[in-house]
């Protein structure tokens, strides 16, 4: 149990620990999924629902402002790069190019970025 929350199938795997969404009603967390480190979305009330689900290295979600968005970091482009997908883990957009480590990401305040 976190928070009162039972996560079935996956361990999670981040030391950023689960990001909370929306209107407080969704957690987003990284957690083992087979082999691969990949990212969930779950309802307070559900079960994890696999965002992601490939070879990479995803990991260190956090929501936008509104919940519509999540940010995450992979290495589905060869190295540590920040993504940008729907909160439903579809559109994966690039946002760094950088070839040393790009994690942690944030959103400013206005949630615009």
């Not at 689960?18 to 559900?46: I, K, M, N, W």
């Not at 956090?62 to 997908?85: C, E, Q, T």
Request: glycine share 12%; proline share 5%.
């Amino acid at each position: 149990m976190v928070a009162g929350l039972l996560l079935l199938a996956t361990v999670v795997v981040s030391d950023r620990g689960p990001a909370v969404g929306g209107a407080g009603d969704r957690l987003v967390f990284t957690g083992l999924h087979g082999q691969s480190r990949d990212l969930f979305v779950q309802s307070l009330e559900g079960t994890p629902v696999a965002l992601t689900d490939d070879e990479f290295l995803d990991g260190d979600a956090v929501f936008s402002r509104d919940g519509d968005l999540i940010a995450f970091a992979s290495d589905r482009a060869g190295s540590l790069d920040i993504w940008v997908m729907k909160a439903d883990g579809t559109e994966p957009r690039q946002l760094t190019t950088n070839p040393a480590i790009d994690v942690g990401p944030s959103w400013a305040p206005d949630g615009q970025r």
